[in-house]
């Protein structure tokens, strides 16, 4: 079996991390494989929204740990440079809104990952854990990027400090992550979702996502030159003059992504 699934269903594709066996622990096949999958999505005109979710009872439980310390593996530095930051600049820099539904527990790169989505959505079943700590690390895959941006960084430091599991319901609460959903129903809102967003101006959508994505650094005035410059790029969009003329005609727009 290959461990990432790759399925499309209308302008959806939905990747699912695939060793459930292993919590779909990310070794190198499985960070490859879905760095892949992320490419695809990049360039293909079918697809204009990807979600990710986990096969079996967990989302992911971070690195493998066994090939983390494999004598003949990959080494520390390698999964970071080769196997995992290289998934969070995808997911971030990929045109097209990531919507993560996390079906069960997400723990250390498993967490930081999933918390990298444009909409995070979890199983109240789920949890959230930086593991780091727990090992001797540090938290990587971002977390110290977004995670005192998400909730602030007292709760980010003390969460990354004490390793401790918090359930989906709290995530929720502290805005760690969009929306929970009892288990059952998940995998359906997380697909309504990306559904609904693949029918939107999806080139506003990815416009959106860049201004967020320098919202994180830049400061007031470089923001504002910079949704100037979105603007004008969405203003010039097909979408944008089919957005207005249904409006005005008082009709469904009908977007596509032009
Ligand atoms: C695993 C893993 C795992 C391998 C469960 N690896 N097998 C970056 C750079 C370089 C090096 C290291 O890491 C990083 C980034 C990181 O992500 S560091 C953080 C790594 N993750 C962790 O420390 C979490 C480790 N896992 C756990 O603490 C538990 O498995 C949790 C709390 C997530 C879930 O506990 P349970 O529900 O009780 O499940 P389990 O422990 O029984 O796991 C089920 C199986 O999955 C089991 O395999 P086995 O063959 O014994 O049935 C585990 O060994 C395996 N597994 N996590 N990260």
């Known amino acids: 079996m290959p461990v990432i699934l790759f399925e499309q269903q209308d302008a959806v594709a939905t990747l699912t991390l695939n060793r459930p066996e292993k919590l779909n622990a990310f070794n190198r096949e499985m960070a490859l494989q879905l760095r892949t999958a992320l490419d695809e999505c990049a360039f293909s ?25 494999a004598p003949n593996g990959p080494g520390l530095k390698n999964i970071l440079s080769q196997q995992l930051n290289p ?4 997911i971030r820099r990929l045109q097209k809104p990531v919507i993560v539904a996390v079906n069960g527990v997400a723990a250390g790169a498993g967490a930081n990952i999933a ?85 939107m101006p999806t080139r506003a959508l990815a416009l959106t996502k860049r201004a967020l994505n320098f919202s994180m650094t830049n400061n007031l005035d470089d923001q504002l030159q910079l949704e100037d410059d979105l603007q004008a790029m969405a203003g010039a969009s097909r979408d944008f003059a089919e957005g207005v003329a249904a409006f005005m005609e008082k009709r469904k727009p009908l977007f596509t992504g032009e």
């Open 87 to 90: 998934l969070v600049t995808s």
């Open 115 to 199: 918390l990298c989505g444009d909409i995070v959505v979890a199983a109240a079943s789920a949890s959230f854990t930086q593991a780091f700590s727990k090992i001797g690390l540090i938290p990587d895959s971002g977390g110290t990027h977004v995670l005192p941006r998400l909730i602030g960084w007292q709760k980010a430091s003390a969460l990354m400090m004490l390793g401790e599991s918090i359930p989906a319901t709290e995530a929720e609460r502290i805005g760690m992550i969009y929306k929970v959903y009892p288990d059952q129903l998940l995998i359906g809102e997380a697909q309504k979702i990306a559904l609904s967003l693949a029918q």
């Open 45 to 69: 005109s079918t697809i204009r929204s990807v979600l990710i979710t986990g096969a079996g009872k967990g989302f992911s439980a971070g690195q493998d740990l066994a090939e983390a310390v």
